[in-house]
């Protein structure tokens, strides 16, 4: 399969490579013999390798972000993207109180435009993602590849074998404190405003990161990001990018509503026919995406603002695009709603979901014990 054409705002296509910066581990539990065998010889890896020799050469090439800011031959355009994102590090901490710790402290300059190609996959039909197996880390319902050939060689595989597949371009990442990860080239290339979401959205996760509810800390970041931009450009006093940021969020808010309304129809569908029925399950949502299309089409694409004409028409419908776009639009009427209620306060509303959540879990584990 082809990868489809990348999305307007890449903020939100990110690549968490915790499973291949994690590889030094394998060393440390392995002997030297049977790593090397293992790392050379399999593909599993040659492909941590690969990713290995790759992210070390991003964190060779790291350069402190305010000696570039302040050195007179960095390019132009490059040092005011560069204190932009350092003003934002700092409305951060100073205002949203997020940890920034050393994030977004150093630049590397790639020499390639895409950072890294996701492959995900679904099963046309259930709602479940596929999952790929790492050693350490586990299962991760996607995989990231800096050789873009093989990510096309397996997203192709993938579809001949009956998946509903899509690729797409990564152009930041976090490795959730593993590493002091630098702001790379390709993430610098985004506009103003996506720019400052980013950072955002990663020094959230710096912050807090429930483990293994993926779609529930992707979705809060896709809110700080959206949110706290505003409040940085209007703290900033820039009008034009305030209204950017505003527009940004209110896409974000209406394609959201879109893939849980699309979501909540394939599961009905779903739940009328028997899980051996796979060709009438298949034909049931296939009839939902049609319906989706022309409501994307006809409805939900007259009210963006920040979407290129005919996006509506050629963005992929299949449950692997639609469990990737939930996975940072889950229900983000929710972070909303508890916005609204701290009077449009974000760094209130940030305290609320975070206490709102480990009151959840707390409470989720004294029932657990109970039951024992």
């Not at 054409?5 to 910066?21: D, F, S, V």
């Not at 690729?167 to 404190?177: C, I, M, Q, R």
């Not at 569908?269 to 029925?277: E, I, M």
Request: aromatic residues 10%.
């Amino acid at each position: 399969m082809i990868p489809h054409p990348a999305e307007p705002r890449q903020h939100l296509r990110r690549y968490l490579g915790t499973q291949w910066r994690r590889l030094l581990k394998i060393a440390g539990t392995a002997s030297a013999t049977l790593a090397v065998a293992f790392l050379g010889l399999t593909p599993m890896g040659c492909y941590l390798s690969r990713a290995a020799y790759e992210e070390a050469r991003i964190l060779a090439r790291r350069q402190p972000i305010p000696r570039l800011v302040a050195r007179e031959s960095t390019e132009p355009a490059l040092r005011a993207k560069l204190a932009l994102v350092l003003e934002a590090r700092q409305f951060a901490v100073d205002s949203l109180r997020l940890k920034a710790e050393e994030s977004f402290t150093t630049f590397s300059q790639l020499d390639r435009d895409t950072l890294v190609l996701v492959v995900s996959a679904a099963y046309p039909d259930r709602l479940e993602r596929k999952t790929w197996w790492f050693p350490v880390v586990g299962r991760f319902p996607y995989k990231g590849f800096f050789d873009f050939t093989e990510a096309r060689r397996t997203a192709e595989a993938l579809s001949a074998e009956g998946y509903d597949v899509t690729v797409g371009p990564a152009s930041a990442f976090s490795t959730l404190g593993w590493f002091n990860d630098p702001l790379v080239s390709t993430t610098v290339k985004a506009d103003s405003v996506t720019l400052v979401n980013t950072v955002l959205h990663e020094l959230l996760h710096t912050t807090f990161f429930a483990k293994g509810q993926v779609s529930f800390n992707e979705s809060f970041a896709t809110f700080v990001g959206g949110r706290g931009a505003e409040h940085f450009f209007r703290a900033r006093g820039d009008s034009a990018l305030l209204r950017r940021a505003q527009d940004d969020w209110h896409d974000d808010l209406l394609l959201g509503a879109f893939w849980e309304r699309t979501a909540k129809e394939i599961d009905s569908v779903f739940a009328t026919l028997p899980d051996s029925a796979r060709t009438p399950r298949i034909a049931a949502r296939d009839t939902v995406y049609t319906r989706a299309r022309r409501r994307l089409v006809d409805s939900v694409g007259p009210q963006l603002r920040t979407y290129p004409a005919g996006w509506v028409e050629r963005v992929p419908l299949n449950n692997a695009v639609l469990m990737s776009r939930r996975v940072y639009a889950e229900r983000l009427d929710r972070f909303d709603s508890v916005y609204t209620a701290a009077g449009g306060d974000i760094r209130e509303a940030i305290r609320r979901v975070i206490a709102a959540h480990r009151d959840s879990v707390r409470t989720t584990e004294k029932t657990r014990k109970a039951g024992n």
